[in-house]
Each structure stands twice: as C-alpha cells, then as structure tokens.
C-alpha cells in the first residue's frame, strides 16, 4: 500500500476510567472497577487487548470488539495471568536447553579443533560474517581494543582474568566466550559450521538429526525473543516452527501452534535434565487454570494420556 493510500493515525489517548467505560461498552462485565483499574494502570491496555480477541464476537452484523455474552474482566485477567506464568515455565527450559547448547558445541569443537577454534574462519562456511563475530565478541567481552580501560570492570571475573594473564590469543578460549554468547548467536555459529561432521556430532549428544536441529534452535531464538518481551504465547500462531521429526510427528505435525512448541521444549529438556518432570510442571500449570482453552494452544483434549508425555 502507497502512502497516499495510508490514513493519518487519529486515535486519542484514552484515560484509564475512559478505557473501563470503553470495555463496558463492548459488552465486558467489570464487577470491581477499582481493581480493573488497577491493573489497566499497571499492565496497560494495549497488552491486555491480545486476551481480548478470543472472548469477542466477529459475527457478522455485531459491533466490532463486542464481547460474548457474561464475559467479565476476571476472566480476561486469568489467561493473563496463566500467559505470563507459562513464559516463565518456558523461559525455564529454554535457559536449560542453551547451556547444555553451550557446552555441547564448545566441548565439541575445542576437543576436535582447540580452544580458539571460532577464531579461525576456516571452520565456517564461506557466507558466514567471522569478522563481524570476533567484533562481536570483542564488545561483549569488553576487550581493551574497542573498550576504554574505565568500562574493563563490566567484564566477567574469568575474562578479566584472561586478558589481564594472557596476550596470545587476543581472546578468550571457546568455553569462557561462549558463556557470554546469545541464543541467537550460538544457533548462527552451529548453522554456519563448514563440518557436518562436527554437527553431527554435537547433536549426537541430543539425539536429533543436524538439519532438524538447525531449525529447532532458530525456534528456540524466536521463543525465546517473545518471552524475554513479555509477548503472548497464548493463543499465538507461531511464524517461526521447528522442523518436523517423523519421530514426534503426532506432537509436532501442527507446528505453528504452542503445543508443538512444548513438546519441543520437552524433547530436549528429557535428554539433558535426565528424564525432566518439565512436562508435569506443564500439567499442573494447566490445571491450576481450569478456564484457560487449551485448544486455543494446539492441545488435544486427552493430551496427557499420549505416552509421549510420559504423565502414567
């Protein structure tokens, strides 16, 4: 669309008693308006309004926005709540699954190929940016060639310790760098290796295949991103999906959805946390919110009896 087809944004700022009178006109029921004012205050309306979508109408004739019969502001607030109780779950495995990440593939490659392996452009393939990485790091790292001797303090303990010891190589091993890395940053590395061989045997220590696994960490990136921003996992169609194991096809074949998510999450959390209960974890959240639609997520009704899950 041209910008001579675009409108001038004219909405008004709307106080907080103006959105309450706003909802209520929609059709929401708001019992305690001191309490839903509360929380408009502090969590905002805009974020509130991604709840909304699923108890509004859309039938054809009904006013836009309006809201399904004796829907009230506690109900809303409720899958609010089981969201942000879920990214925290998630946030969880995910942090679990990138250090074992970590290890995996520093172990791997300083094992195979030294200590400061990254440093050696030979290893990735030819489009793989390892000038903008070694800078990268040396930012992250606060190495004295782009960081005045004043922000050194900022470094980790075991780095300053490095560079304060050592001269040669100008940075540090593998297993010190990549405890600074980002999820992002490590999945780059793996996807950009110039060895099979070498991903291979990373993922060996996963069980999963080398291509599925590529995939599966720019999933975990993407997951990850959205909960560190507070965004919905709820509800949400998912534009970044794992690749399909024919393994775990029952669990992931609707891959856009959160229960494919979670069972990806449940996959790797099962082999590095030697037989994870993160799916029980999963369960009692679920259960902890009766009223939260499951079936807005991808779940099946009787997912808990799929031996996958291994809940009996």
């Known amino acids: ?13 709307l106080s907080i008693d103006q959105q309450l009178d706003l909802l209520a006109s929609r059709g929401l029921i708001i019992p305690d308006r ?35 019969n004796y829907v009230t502001f506690k109900e809303v607030l ?6 942000r109780e879920l990214r925290l779950l998630v946030m969880d495995a995910i942090e679990r699954i990138e250090v074992a990440f970590r290890a995996c593939i520093s172990n791997t490659m300083s094992v ?14 030819s489009r793989f940016k390892h000038t903008e990485l070694l800078n990268n790091i040396k930012r992250e790292t606060y190495h004295s060639s782009v960081t005045p001797q004043r922000n050194h303090s900022r470094r980790e303990a075991f780095i300053h310790n490095y560079y304060e010891t050592y001269c040669h190589p100008v940075l540090p091993p ?3 760098v990549f405890e600074i890395m980002s999820l992002g940053t490590l999945s780059s590395i793996y996807a950009s290796l110039a060895s099979r061989d070498m991903q291979k045997a990373i993922c060996k220590q996963f069980r999963i295949n080398h291509l599925v696994m590529e995939s599966w960490l720019h999933t975990l990136t993407y997951m990850r991103n959205l909960c560190a921003h507070h965004a919905r996992l709820w509800n949400r169609q998912f534009s970044i999906k794992p690749t399909i194991m024919k393994t775990y096809q029952k669990q992931l074949g609707r891959n856009y959805t959160f229960y494919a998510q979670a069972a990806m999450l449940y996959v790797l959390m099962y082999i590095i946390a030697d037989g994870s209960k993160w799916q029980r974890r999963l369960a009692e959240l679920l259960d902890k919110h009766p009223n939260v639609f499951i079936r807005a997520m991808g779940f099946p009704e009787n997912w808990k009896e799929d031996p996958f899950w291994r809940m009996i």
């Not at 200590?115 to 990735?124: L, S």
């Open 1 to 13: 669309m041209s910008n001579d087809d675009k409108q001038n944004y004219c909405k008004p700022a």
């Open 34 to 68: 001191d309490k839903a004012r509360h929380y408009l205050n502090y969590i905002g309306y805009h974020r509130l309004s991604g709840y909304f979508l699923t108890f509004q109408q859309n039938d054809f004739g009904v006013e836009p926005h309006s809201f399904k």
């Open 78 to 83: 409720e899958i609010y709540i089981f969201d």
């Open 112 to 125: 195979n190929h030294g200590p400061h392996w990254f440093m050696d452009q030979t290893h990735f393939v």
């Open 174 to 176: 593998s297993w010190m």
